[in-house]
């Protein structure tokens, strides 16, 4: 699937000198994670030793990967890069917009019909920009870019967090804002704070029951969902290596769950066995001919307190099979104590449903294991008591498992094969009664189970477990089936248990599929034609953001003084407006109509200073706009936290917001509003806050000497005919100055210009 050798060959050349002379600067031994880091340096970043958690850095990843949701615009900026071609291998994958209803193939032709034009959109993209497709039904995201693109000692970004899930293999992945692939994939620098480095060691073997998912339960319930925040968890030991590869990508995949940057794993054989089985066997002769720079320094691991901020340690031999949750994925028991925790909280223990298979586990070893347990339903006379589905993470996999019997074993116990895509991972489940909020209890093998995430219903309660756990008790309909130790009665009135389960690792007749489902990109895609329809509600050309006019600005209105917290979920809500990511015109109808009006204390409702008249923050918006008038927004503290969402930058710049003033930013939506060609300001005395009436007229001054580190000063007119004047700081270095003449860091692209 056109994995890019020569570009492996190219890293692999320069990996062992880099990690020599970051060994050298840092003076002493480097884990993985460093290695990987200090190998991946933009060309312009400075070597030194940087500070965990503290330096900013610029890195050049070797990859990008997108999902269909997240696409949608980040391909729509690119287009606006005016760059002929992606800088660096990029895919595409059609995997989060077809709902899981019927089966696979129905839901398939509906998604095609309703998501035709996004589809097609991507697709043409794609084809245009040197761009790799994977059509709907190709698989997950992460499942496709493991068995396809992932490698040891690699760098990669991708839209979407379990992008991380690539570590299995020994990569450094993560997951990003669309902004950030468009930077990478435009040729720029991908900034981000040096990683802190937690290091998991992992003793004794895996047996029974347990798998790699119990170990990813069991760190979550150590770490909880904040304990991984700005850091990479290296994982190494015996216990690490006696794993299959595609069970390291199941523990990478759940780092999310932790709030890990990523997590990673050395390579070993188990990462060889599987480059082979996938049909990359050239890319294993070349990792294993520097496989001692793909792991860590031995030292390192022989003293991990000595060059890890912080080290677990856990017995695989001793570990149990986990159910975490309900609501949250740290909440983390031991199936051993099940029973007395559900009684104790209440949660309901009868089973509705138990489902297999996403991007965290739809492995063919967790296919198989999980298959062994269907199989005794019939052997021991047992009837399956909860309805059981499988989202298989690619067709390699479902082709695959459908040839060596595999679904047959499910579908003899009931289940339903949805597509190979999320579906009810992502609450693309069209349940048969969720509406009615009964609840109910249902376990499956995802990542995520906070409320509602799966079929809409705030009183599901989601337990989250491995593929053989969740098959075991999805027979038993019971959340506190402890198979390790429970018997089980069947339809003749007999005690069985169940055998633990067993399964291969890769199959002995090697992965096939008629057809994966990929689509490369034309040689020479100058003439191809991107298609958006003008009238389309759900996708938009982007149309450049209009240069700075030259002069300070003068008779800016005030759009909004947010009061408290203003996250980018309060600036660009999400929920039904997801569908719209495609189309900013459309999306902007949400600008900013969470947020709290600091005068009147009321959510989306603020003072049209044309009319005096209260009206939603996007219809005032607009007025001004059509009035020719620019404005301005004031905020409180970490103005814009949470996600890396660009679209909470685009809006304020689509509908005409000319500056934004706050008294501190998150920085990385301080970052996009740069990039947007935005001024993002800070008040250089905070009380300074108070001084922003309702009513005043705005000039901003100083923009005809704009440089670094020199405040802007802000000229107050108040309706009373009084004047103040406020300075404000920027962060603004020259090339960000840059970017907001121009108009955008887009609009600085299409110059020509690289950073
Ligand atoms: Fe999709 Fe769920 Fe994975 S939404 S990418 S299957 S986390």
Redesign the pocket.
């Known amino acids: 699937m056109a994995f890019d050798l020569d570009m492996i060959k190219a890293l692999y050349a320069k990996m062992p000198a880099s990690i020599a002379k970051a060994r050298k600067v840092v003076n002493r031994p480097l884990t993985l994670s460093e290695k990987i880091l200090y190998s991946h340096l933009h060309a312009d970043q400075k070597l030194e030793n940087f500070g965990r958690g503290k330096s900013y850095v610029d890195f050049a990843p070797d990859r990008v990967a997108m999902?269909d949701a997240t696409a949608q615009m980040a391909l729509l900026q690119f287009m606006s890069a005016g760059k002929p071609k992606v800088a660096v291998p990029s895919t595409v994958h059609c995997?989060?917009l077809i709902v899981a209803k019927t089966g696979a193939a129905e839901d398939l032709t509906v998604a095609n019909t309703e998501s035709k034009e996004v589809f097609d959109f991507l697709s043409s993209v794609s084809n245009k920009y040197g761009i790799g497709f994977w059509r709907p039904g190709a698989g997950?995201?992460?499942q496709v870019v493991l068995e396809n693109y992932a490698f040891p000692g690699g760098m990669m970004i991708g839209t979407?967090?379990?992008t991380v899930n690539a570590g299995g293999l020994g990569m450094v992945a993560i997951g990003v804002g669309g902004a950030d692939a468009v930077d990478v994939m435009a040729g720029m620098a991908w900034e981000l704070k040096f990683p802190k480095l937690i290091g998991v060691k992992l003793t004794g073997k895996l047996s029974g029951w347990t798998s790699p998912k119990d170990v990813i339960l069991k760190v979550a319930g150590i770490l909880t969902v904040k304990g991984g925040t700005g850091a990479i968890v290296e994982y190494f030991g015996e216990g690490a290596t006696s794993m299959s590869c595609t069970g390291k990508g199941t523990i990478c995949?759940m780092g999310a769950e932790i709030g890990a940057t990523t997590s990673t794993f050395g390579y070993d054989a188990s990462m060889e066995r599987y480059l082979n089985a996938t049909g990359r066997t050239e890319v294993a002769k070349l990792a294993n001919k520097i496989k001692e720079h793909l792991t860590g320094d031995p030292e390192v691991y022989a003293n991990p307190e000595k060059y890890f901020d912080q080290v677990v340690e856990i017995n695989l031999s001793e570990l149990e099979p986990h159910l975490n949750g309900p609501f949250t994925p740290d909440l983390a028991t031991p199936i051993s104590k099940m029973k007395e925790e559900a009684s104790k909280n209440g949660w309901p223990t009868r089973v509705e449903v138990g489902l297999i298979g996403?991007?965290?586990n739809s492995s063919y070893e967790d296919i198989s294991r999980a298959a062994s347990l269907a199989r005794q339903v019939a052997d021991k006379g047992l009837k399956t008591k909860a309805e059981f589905t499988i989202?298989p993470g690619s067709e390699v996999v479902r082709y695959t498992i459908d040839r060596d019997g595999f679904i047959d074993s499910f579908e003899k116990i009931g289940a339903k094969v949805f597509a190979n895509?999320?579906?009810p991972?992502?609450g693309m489940w069209n349940r048969v009664g969720a509406d009615k909020k009964e609840k109910n209890t249902i376990v499956h093998s995802?990542?995520?189970n906070f409320q509602s995430r799966n079929d809409g219903n705030p009183n599901t309660y989601a337990f989250v477990g491995s593929p053989e756990l969740v098959t075991a008790i999805a027979i038993a309909g019971d959340l506190t089936f402890n198979p390790e130790t429970d018997f089980l009665t069947n339809e003749s009135g007999q005690k069985v248990k169940l055998d633990a389960p067993t399964g291969d690792e890769l199959p002995k007749r090697g992965f096939d599929a008629e057809d994966p489902g990929y689509i490369a990109p034309a040689k020479d895609g100058s003439k191809v034609q991107v298609k958006v329809s003008p009238t389309s509600d759900r996708l938009q050309l982007l149309a450049p953001f209009k240069a700075w006019e030259g002069t300070d600005l003068r008779g800016l209105r005030l759009l909004i003084k947010a009061k408290g917290k203003c996250t980018t979920d309060h600036i660009s809500m999400a929920g039904k407006w997801l569908k719209y990511r495609g189309h900013l015109d459309n999306i902007s109808n949400n600008l900013l109509i969470g947020a709290t009006n600091f005068f009147n204390e009321k959510i989306n409702s603020v003072k049209n200073n044309l009319t005096g008249q209260f009206d939603e923050v996007p219809k005032v918006q607009r007025a001004y706009k059509a009035g020719g008038i620019g404005s301005i927004v004031v905020g409180d503290e970490n103005y814009g936290e949470g996600s890396s969402r660009e679209h909470a930058a685009m809006e304020p710049r689509h509908l005409g917001v000319r500056a934004i003033l706050v008294k501190s930013f998150a920085r990385i939506h301080e970052t996009n509003l740069k990039k947007q060609g935005m001024l993002a300001l800070t008040f250089a005395n905070k009380d300074d806050y108070n001084k922003i009436l309702e009513d005043d007229v705005i000039d901003i001054t100083g923009l005809t000497t704009f440089a670094p580190e020199k405040p802007l000063t802000i000229v107050l007119h108040h309706s009373n005919g009084t004047e103040e004047s406020i300075s404000v700081n920027h962060t603004y270095n020259k090339g960000q100055i840059e970017w907001f003449k121009a108009g955008s860091a887009l609009n600085m692209m299409g110059k020509g210009a690289t950073k």
């Open positions: 999902q995997d989060h997950i995201i992460h979407d967090s379990h995949n996403s991007c965290t989202t895509a999320c579906g991972c992502i995802f990542n995520r």
